[in-house]
Nanobody
Framework: VQLVESGGGLVQPGGSLRLSCAAS????????MSWYRQAPGKERELVAS????????NYADSVTGRFTISRDNAKNTVYLQMNSLKPEDTAVYYC???????????WGQGTQVTVSS
């Protein structure tokens, strides 16, 4: 299983970024995918998740209305569109998949998002 995030960077408050997570090594279309983030000195927190077919999504209260999770099962990729970014969104963003047959959660290496003027 491999998860590779990309798309992070430095953006001004109010700006936008789109993160991507390319997956391989498992049947991507069969599993819920999630984005998490971890800010310095804080615990990792769930940002958003999406069901296997993409019909259901869930968001943290802090990002609802600003972030959108989506997936392209033909490309084995999950996305996180982030709009109206705030300094408090600064964190390393990770994608995650839990595979029940292994009882293990797999994580990518993370991509840094910094929101600052």
């Amino acid at each position: 299983v491999q998860l590779v995030e990309s798309g992070g960077g430095l953006v001004q408050p109010g700006g936008s970024l789109r993160l991507s997570c390319a997956a391989s090594g498992f049947t991507f279309k069969s599993y819920v995918m999630s984005w998490y983030r971890q800010a310095p000195g804080k615990e990792r927190e769930l940002v958003a998740s999406i069901t296997s077919a993409g019909g259901g999504t869930n968001y943290a209260d802090s990002v609802t209305g600003r972030f959108t999770i989506s997936r392209d099962n033909a490309k084995n990729t999950v996305y996180l569109q982030m709009n109206s970014l705030k300094p408090e969104d600064t964190a390393v963003y990770y994608c995650k998949v839990y595979l029940p047959m292994t009882r293990y959660a797999y994580w990518g290496q993370g991509t840094q998002v910094t929101v600052s003027s």
